[in-house]
């Protein structure tokens, strides 16, 4: 009895050590682009606070840009630029003094590589014309 007892425990600590999954590890701290003001539909004008997050574990850099939206040409106005990671705080300044229209703010961070790692867009941007 004692020896059924010895197998059966070591069968099962060998299915425990080697069949069974180990409990995965807490995931490390990965790229985010993450825009938190303003926000889709938004109506903007004059100098606009942008503020969110641009964070990676290879990170190199981080850049804002505005186009058209929509924007099937892919076209963007780079307006931001920096090398310094940031959570939740300005992270821009953008002059929305543009032609009455829609726009996108687009956020790219990029690794020491030069690749994006992670983006994020705001989209339907309103800017009017001004009151008279």
């Known amino acids: 009895m004692q020896r059924l007892i010895r197998g059966t425990i070591a069968a099962v ?8 999954p180990a409990a995965a590890a ?7 682009a993450s825009i938190t003001s303003p926000t889709d539909g938004q109506a903007v004008s004059g100098l606009v606070e942008i503020f ?8 190199s850099r981080y850049e804002l840009a505005f186009g058209p939206d929509p924007n099937p ?16 705080a300005q992270i ?8 009455a229209g829609t726009y996108t703010l687009r956020l790219r961070v ?8 992670a983006e994020d867009f705001v989209n339907g ?3 009017t014309s001004p009151r008279r």
């Not at 807490?26 to 985010?32: I, L, V």
């Not at 969110?52 to 990170?59: L, N, P, R």
């Open 13 to 20: 600590w060998i299915a425990a050590m080697f069949v069974m």
């Open 26 to 32: 807490p995931p490390a701290q990965d790229s985010q």
């Open 52 to 59: 969110g997050t641009a964070t990676s574990s290879d990170f």
């Open 73 to 88: 040409g892919d076209s963007w106005t780079t307006f931001a630029s920096a090398n310094i990671v940031l959570t939740n």
């Open 92 to 99: 821009g300044l953008w002059d929305a003094n543009l032609p």
């Open 110 to 117: 990029f690794r020491s590589d030069g690749s994006v790692t």
């Open 125 to 127: 941007l309103m800017r």
